[in-house]
T-cell receptor, first 115, second 114 residues
Framework: KAGVTQTPRYLIKTRGQQVTLSCSPI?????VSWYQQTPGQGLQFLFE???????NKGNFPGRFSGRQFSNSRSEMNVSTLELGDSALYLC??????????????FGPGTRLTVL | AQSVAQPEDQVNVAEGNPLTVKCTYS??????LFWYVQYPNRGLQFLLK??????LVKGSYGFEAEFNKSQTSFHLKKPSALVSDSALYFC????????????FGPGTRLSVLP
């Protein structure tokens, strides 16, 4: 079974631009979560989607948004990029309902660099 | 609110020695507890989880973890460390009520010295 895939793997943008990252979960998984990982802040939860509905949202500004499609694929968008948005963005999928005991399976991440 | 603490930024052990990576947590209900490992330039890999039942949980690559409700701890252990175990380890908790997201600890870097 294929794992979680994320595209692109690496991205370089300049301040003020916007970016869209894509995540394809493991087949059959309906929950997709997004995390931002930085050396200073560690892993921070962005949002979780289940069956195309946002179930949870972390403490990030409105510049960060996401969506999930009917095939469970998810995208996250960051508008008006800032230098501090440089990070590894990780997507994770899990089977079943959010809030359950199922573990998350992570993709390799998208490394975003904002210049 | 949920929270996870990993009191050690770095743990160094000699190859062949037992290792322990510590984790304590705080939740309002019953916890779902997880350990993940991250190798350089890679995503996180699931090691093991505690949902209910036996307090000693066995996972991948010879790792195990002990759930201690009174001490609100979920320490990761391995009887004999390998150099290849060197990586960043994350403890995570999910509060049992529906709709709670995962909260990850800050991570502990494990270095196994040959």
């Amino acid at each position: 079974k294929a794992g979680v895939t994320q595209t692109p793997r690496y991205l370089i943008k300049t301040r003020g631009q916007q970016v869209t990252l894509s995540c394809s979960p493991i087949s059959g998984h309906r929950s997709v979560s997004w995390y931002q990982q930085t050396p200073g802040q560690g892993l921070q939860f962005l949002f979780e989607y289940f069956s195309e509905t946002q179930r949870n949202k972390g403490n990030f500004p409105g510049r960060f948004s996401g969506r999930q499609f009917s095939n469970s694929r998810s995208e996250m968008n960051v508008s008006t990029l800032e230098l501090g948005d440089s990070a590894l963005y990780l997507c994770a999928s899990s089977f079943g309902t959010s809030g359950g005991g199922g573990e998350q399976f992570f993709g390799p991440g998208t490394r975003l660099t904002v210049l | 609110a949920q929270s996870v603490a990993q009191p050690e930024d770095q743990v160094n052990v000699a190859e062949g020695n037992p290792l322990t990576v510590k984790c304590t947590y705080s939740v309002s209900g019953n916890p779902y507890l997880f350990w993940y490992v991250q190798y350089p330039n890679r995503g996180l890999q699931f090691l093991l989880k505690y949902i209910t039942g036996d307090n000693l949980v066995k996972g991948s690559y010879g790792f195990e973890a002990e759930f201690n409700k009174s001490q609100t701890s979920f320490h990761l252990k391995k009887p004999s460390a390998l150099v290849s175990d060197s990586a960043l380890y994350f403890c995570a908790v999910r509060d049992a009520p529906e709709g709670q997201n995962f909260v990850f600890g800050p991570g502990t870097r494990l270095s196994v010295l040959p």
